[in-house]
């Protein structure tokens, strides 16, 4: 279709996109407010008006709503036309009126959407004489801040908290000049998405708490390409930092993965770096246990004649980067490389990789775009927040393709779209071992203990496919379902199954992947969506090794004497008993970690570890897409690369740069041939210049160090990557991997990332970042068979675990917001059990399990099934429980709680 | 509290209606007809009963400006303030409504009879100035006619 643009001819690709968006995709800067690439067209804030011309001839025109108005063959546009520039001016005349001229105390300040279109549109002198509205704000808890006077009523933030996050405490109240963005009253948001209000709204009503407490402008910020490691799914991320701090994290595009947005664990879990526990020396054991500093030359000489046994065992890491990982393979060899894993956690990781090998896996953007779910067992929204997202996306597809096609809506028209789908879901299965954030999308959600559900995908396999194992004896309400839950994934176009290993049970992946072979069989679209529970969990297990009781079994039987453990706490991985042995069996321990935890209290030997805001590294995601993670700021000596530490103890080994263990990893595993390639090389330049990690407005440089010394310290030389640790260097966009911030001239907000992209919501100019490394094989995949559930120890109670999104994981809830999300120890009965007990909710009771006895605050869940309790997982109070195990509830008094030894 | 017969109402409505969301209007209406205001516990108890969020019930119940959030009077006067009656001279009938009952737009008397409060068009342009006093449309309005009209309304 072609399309004229101030006389100039331009042939749109893709005539499905409205006019606003091809605009911007050809590089003409119209403003806008209330269109979002993600969350399309209202219409709402006139602010994006352009004026279309009938032909030639016609010298009048109209003006239109480029955000409204699909383009059409041989159509005339004006951006710049006098009267459509007046009117865009006039519009941010008008939105002015009440907005507080107060960018100097503004948070938003510097990287502001209505500044940018303020300035765009040319509105310079404020006329009205009569006094602004104003509003009370609310507190929304930890992470988010409110400052509703500087609302501009574009409805974005309520657009995307709760039409498209579903979350269901924010509104729009009142009406005319007086209306409100916020809660029916103050209180904590209650979305895990609430943080992308920050990023949606384009003015300094969110802001980012957690940046408000060391408060730096965007421009004073030093920033890198960086990969969430706070679950699996590899969000893409731009962390801060600056004075020797992280000072924030932002969402960096990914089309294939995090689109547009982060969850609040990823935004926010980033103050770990900063914690007060942060191992920033080396430490040696003393006689008298406690730790005393070591300089990093003493640390290596005392680790080597530690490792000159020759009897180490490497533990390596889901939370270590591919090359830690490697490195510390290299140094005790394979054989001797084994996963700080309990061994249910080991056989799941295994299982999973397994499947990862067979099925081509769904990326996130695969899954909004599927057309029919069956959610197994995740319970998504707590261990893959940004998959609870795209499942949300998911669930609305097909009624929204059927209505745009019936309709003839195109599919940019939200307005229109909304109005005609109402509250309708299409096909969304879900079955869960309790109560989720999604149940809303489903329309029966089927509860039940990890083993029936497994049964359930299997016999859902089966009615898919009678060459798939039958399930014997499954109860009748189970059959029906499974029949209804099969016919509806085999008539969708794109159906998808979802699961993952956070139940603890191998049945359940086996089920999930006996749907997705049933379906693959005659539906190529079909896809399985597998999680993974830590940010390099994949990667770790490209690197076969033992679990943890294999480790014991070596250094009882003598072969090993010595333990080295990268970057992992085993107590989060394995019962304290076995983790005890583990210590007690061991002559010595060396830990690599960046933060003091209950493994490295039995280390002799701690060496200091960069976490990933110091440090370049490679993570394979859950899909299995490897992506590179750059530093954002130099380690502080003598904290350093995990691997650089390993490294330097390998006799016969140099790898002085990054791309030197990049290529000794390419050339140890067909599975890591394309680690040299998922990013430009070391050095790649832009015009002969590296890129800057520093804007070219930042400030200070001088004044920041003159209590030390008055001369400029050089910027510290960064020979692993292009990237430079200064604001010297290329000003052009570099490609997608090595993008470090979204800038560019009159875009000072992230607005501006279409600048980056090949067209609005495209792939990144000079390509996406990563790479999936995993290839299915083209074999037709065979069927698992259904195993009979299978639970350890003994009691009337199954304990199953319950996942939270701020408490369930390592690394966040060193993040003073996240740890006052995080919820306290307790125990989940359904009311069945909780009636037979006599147990009311927040009562105090007895749970036996696993040999152990703790007392929790009960609470009764409508959602747990008879027969089953749920035990909150990994929460640093807890101890570890490798469940799903029997056990028992009772309402004896109390005993003294046990805690983490 | 939602009454039994609130409860009764609002089933009816849902059963007209394909969304329980599209009942939230009506639910809202129930209330005020008994109580002749809707507090904010009133839409906490509405959203349970429809099993919708608080912030959906609370964003209809602070639109519609005849949906009241304060409490009122025992009668509530719209005065119209549009274009066809402010020609037939309303204004000067809300000063004299004003001083009449010794209340400022948007107030109640001090013996809760009579809520005062501004209205866009009521729809009958053609007899302006107009009021309307609880469901009574009164037209053509006078200083004297108000006067006598605001007598039946004890
Ligand atoms: S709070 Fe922000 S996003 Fe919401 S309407 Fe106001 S300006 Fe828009
Ligand atoms: S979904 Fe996972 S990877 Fe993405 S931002 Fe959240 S914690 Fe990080
Ligand atoms: S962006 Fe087009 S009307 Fe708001
Ligand atoms: S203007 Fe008063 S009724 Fe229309």
């Not at chain 1, 101030?6 to 995709?25: G, H, I, Q």
């Not at chain 1, 920033?223 to 490691?229: F, G, I, L, Y």
């Not at chain 1, 007990?837 to 009764?860: E, F, N, Q, Y």
Request: aromatic share 6%; with cysteine; charged share 20%.
């Amino acid at each position: 279709m072609k399309i004229y643009i101030e006389n100039r001819r331009f042939d749109l690709t893709d005539p499905s996109v409205n006019l606003l968006e091809a605009c911007l995709s050809l590089g003409f800067d119209v403003p806008y407010f209330c269109w979002h690439p993600v969350l399309r067209s209202v219409g709402a804030c006139r602010q994006c008006a352009v004026k279309v011309f009938k032909d030639e001839a016609d010298t009048r025109g109209r003006i239109v709503m480029s955000c409204m108005t699909a383009p059409a063959e041989g159509m005339r546009v004006s951006v710049n036309d006098d009267e459509a520039r007046e009117f865009r001016a006039k519009v941010i005349e008008w939105l002015m009126l009440n907005h507080p001229h107060d960018c100097p105390i503004c948070d938003e300040g510097g990287e502001c959407h209505l500044q940018d279109v303020t300035v765009m549109a040319g509105h310079v002198r404020r006329q009205s004489r009569f006094p602004k509205r104003t509003h009370r704000n609310q507190d929304l808890g930890p992470l988010v801040n409110h400052e509703m006077n500087r609302c501009i009523q574009c409805y974005r933030c309520v657009r995307f908290y709760a039409d498209y996050a579903g979350g269901r405490d924010v509104g729009v109240q009142g009406c005319h000049d007086g209306v409100y963005f916020g809660r029916p009253s103050p209180g904590p948001l209650e979305s895990e998405f609430s943080g992308n209000l920050v990023e949606v709204c384009p003015t300094g009503v969110f802001t980012d708490k957690s940046l408000k407490r060391h408060y730096t402008r965007k421009w004073d910020l030093q920033t890198a390409p960086s990969v969430c490691v706070h679950c699996g799914l590899g969000c893409n991320t731009f962390p801060g930092q600056r004075y020797g701090t992280l000072r924030r994290v932002r969402t960096r595009y990914h089309r294939e993965v995090n689109g547009y947005f982060l969850c609040d664990r990823g935004r926010y879990g980033y103050e770990f770096v900063n914690s007060p526990r942060r191992i920033l020396q080396a430490l040696l054991r003393q006689g008298d246990n406690a730790l005393a500093q070591v300089s990093a030359e003493e640390a290596i000489r005392l680790a080597k004649s530690l490792l000159s046994s020759g009897k180490c065992i490497g533990l390596g890491s889901p939370r270590a980067t591919l090359e830690s990982n490697f490195a510390l393979r290299t140094l005790v060899s394979p054989s001797r490389f084994f996963h700080p894993l309990a061994v249910s956690q080991h056989l799941l990781s295994g299982s999973s990789l397994s499947l990862l090998r067979r099925f081509p896996l769904a990326s996130l953007r695969d899954v909004s775009q599927s057309t029919a779910v069956f959610l197994l067992g995740e319970d998504v929204s707590n261990t893959a927040p940004l998959l609870a997202l795209a499942l949300r996306q998911a669930a609305v597809r097909a009624p929204r393709l059927a209505k745009a096609a019936l309709l003839k809506i195109p599919a940019w028209h939200e307005a229109a779209l909304r109005t005609a789908v109402q509250e309708e879901k299409g096909p969304f299965f879900l079955a869960a071992t309790g109560p989720t954030r999604l149940d809303d999308l489903a329309a029966a959600p089927y509860r039940a203990a990890p083993g029936d559900l497994a049964a359930l995908g299997f016999a859902v396999a089966h009615a898919l496919d009678p060459a798939a194992p039958a399930v014997p004896n499954l109860p009748p309400a189970a059959a029906e379902l499974a029949e209804r839950i099969a016919a509806s994934l085999k008539s969708a176009a794109a159906p998808l199954i979802v699961s993952g290993p956070s139940c603890g049970s191998e049945a359940l992946l086996h089920a999930a992947a006996n749907v997705a072979a049933a379906l693959g069989k005659t539906n190529p679209q079909a896809r399985l969506c597998l999680t993974a529970p830590e940010c390099n969990s994949v990667g770790l297990a490209l690197l076969p090794g033992g679990n943890l009781a294999d480790v014991l079994r070596a250094l009882r039987d003598g072969s090993a004497d010595t333990l080295i453990v990268l970057e992992s706490d085993l107590y989060r991985h394995a019962d304290a008993a076995l983790v005890d042995e583990i210590f007690t069996a061991a002559k010595h321990v060396i830990v690599i970690d960046s933060l003091a935890n209950a493994t490295t209290a039995r280390a002799e030997l701690v060496l200091p570890a960069a976490t990933f805001a110091e440090s370049s590294g490679t993570l394979v995601n859950n899909e299995g897409r490897a992506q590179r993670s750059y530093a954002v700021c130099p380690p502080k000596a003598p904290v350093q690369e995990s691997w650089r530490w390993l490294t330097a103890l390998t006799p016969n080994v140099s790898w002085p740069r990054w791309e030197d263990i990049l290529a000794a990893m390419a050339v140890s595993s067909g599975d890591f041939r394309d680690v040299t390639t998922l990013g430009p090389a070391a050095d790649f330049r832009l015009v002969g210049q590296k890129i800057p990690r520093q804007p070219h407005r930042y400030s200070g440089r001088t004044a920041m160090t003159a209590h030390i010394d008055v001369r400029e310290p050089a910027p510290a030389a960064d020979l692993d990557t292009p990237l430079a640790f200064s604001m010297e260097g290329s000003p052009l966009n570099p490609p997608g991997p090595l993008i470090p911030r979204y800038w560019s001239p009159r875009w000072n907000s992230d607005q501006g990332v279409h600048k980056f992209q090949i067209e609005v919501a495209g792939p990144l100019q000079g390509g996406d970042p990563g790479k999936r490394i995993i290839e299915p094989s083209s074999e037709p995949a065979g069927y698992f068979a259904p195993t009979p559930p299978a639970s350890e120890g003994d009691g009337e109670i199954l304990f199953t675990p319950a996942w939270h999104v701020f408490g369930s994981e390592e690394l966040s809830v060193h993040s003073p917001g996240i740890a006052e999300l995080a919820p306290r120890p307790y125990v989940a009965l359904g009311p069945v059990d909780a009636g037979r007990l006599g147990v009311r909710d927040g009562a105090p009771v007895t749970v036996t399990l696993a040999g152990r006895t703790l007392a929790l605050p009960a609470r009764i869940l409508e959602a747990i099934p008879p027969g089953a309790a749920a035990l909150p997982a990994a929460l640093a109070d807890l101890p570890f429980f490798s469940l799903p195990a029997r056990g028992s509830v009772s309402l004896a008094a109390p005993a003294a709680p046990e805690g983490r030894p | 509290m939602l009454t039994d017969h609130d409860k009764q109402e609002i089933q009816a409505e849902l059963a007209r209606t394909p969304s329980r969301r599209g009942a939230l209007i009506e639910a809202l209406r129930v209330v005020q007809r008994r109580a002749g205001w809707v507090s904010n516990a009133d839409v906490v108890e509405v959203a349970a009963f429809l099993g919708l969020p608080v912030s959906q019930a609370e964003d209809v119940a602070t639109f519609y400006s005849m949906i009241f959030r304060q409490e009122v009077g025992r009668h509530v006067i719209l005065l119209c303030d549009s274009v066809s009656c402010w020609v037939n001279r309303a204004d000067a009938l809300l000063t004299h409504l004003r001083s009449r009952l010794g209340i400022r737009l948007g107030q109640t008397t001090a013996d809760g009879r009579f809520t005062l409060l501004p209205a866009a068009c009521l729809g009958a342009c053609d007899r302006g100035p107009v009021m309307k006093v609880d469901e009574d449309l009164h037209t053509h309005l006078t200083a004297e006619k108000i006067d006598r009209i605001l007598e039946s309304y004890p």
